[in-house]
């Protein structure tokens, strides 16, 4: 790249989250309120719709990665929803284990699964700051 160009960072295009085996990982994000977009067995991925955006959260199956507990710090990927709180309320009636307790951020509050190979998803809402988030 010449010294008189320069590049534009327009946006995320995919979010990916090393995973163990598919299916399973499959299985626990659709209990986590995620849509499968597309799954392509035999590439090893699937994607996970996130609101109406066409770029997601794409899982991608490594040979070999098995069960781990979340490393500490670990990199975060945090989706907005209309309330974390209600969230915390859904998960749990799925049977997902939160990492803690929905707890307050300055635009509202947050809560925090793993999957179980280490990936944290965060569920963070804007209530404090409605202005700031997509559903004013």
């Known amino acids: 790249m010449s010294d008189d160009q320069s590049y534009e960072l327009l946006g995320f295009d995919n979010v ?3 995973v ?3 299916g399973e990982a499959v299985g626990f994000y659709e209990r986590a309120g995620f ?3 597309f799954r392509l067995d035999e ?3 699937a994607l996970l719709k996130v609101g109406g955006e066409t770029p997601g959260v794409l899982l991608r199956q490594e040979d070999g ?3 781990r507990p979340p490393p500490w710090p670990s990199p975060r990927v945090w989706l907005e929803v209309p309330d974390a709180r209600v969230a915390a309320r859904e998960l749990r009636s799925a049977g997902l284990a939160l990492l ?3 707890f307050s951020v ?3 509050w947050t809560v925090e699964i793993a999957d179980p190979w280490g990936n944290v998803i965060g569920l963070t809402d804007y209530t404090k700051r409605p202005e700031l988030g997509r559903r004013p």
């Open 65 to 67: 990665l098995g069960h």
């Open 43 to 45: 590439a090893g991925i």
């Open 106 to 108: 300055s635009t509202g």
């Open 20 to 22: 163990g085996d598919l």
């Open 35 to 37: 849509t499968v977009a």
């Open 100 to 102: 803690d307790e929905p």
């Open 16 to 18: 990916l989250l090393p």
